[in-house]
């Protein structure tokens, strides 16, 4: 039983883990705030995931756009599996550890 978390994405195919509090499709996480949508850097950590984005930066001094990069730390629910290069969407939430207050709601295909 998944639950509505106020965003139309898929809903994950995976089985959570119990007493996973930290899973905002079953366990107690509210989103609120931004959404991020980037790409996975780094996939290492045991729940955690780098995801990092591109927006260019224009600067009018020289009538020019900059390639600018964005990293945030994000946690991955037990019910989602994320790789390196995978295109993910993450959601703003409560602070979960000293540099993760993002969640990983959808993976895109």
Do not use: Q
């Amino acid at each position: 039983m998944t639950r509505n978390i106020g965003i139309k994405v898929k809903a994950p195919k995976g089985e959570a883990k119990e007493g996973d509090k930290k899973n905002p499709f079953n366990g107690t996480l509210s989103i609120r705030g931004k959404l991020f949508e980037g790409t996975v850097v780094k996939a290492k950590g045991k729940s955690t995931v780098v995801l990092e984005k591109e927006d260019p930066i224009y600067f009018s001094k020289y009538k020019r756009y900059a390639r600018g990069t964005s990293k945030i730390h994000a946690h991955v629910p037990s019910n989602l599996h994320v790789n390196e290069g995978d295109k993910v969407v993450a959601a703003e939430c409560r602070p979960l550890a000293k540099s993760v207050s993002f969640v990983v709601i959808e993976v895109k295909e």
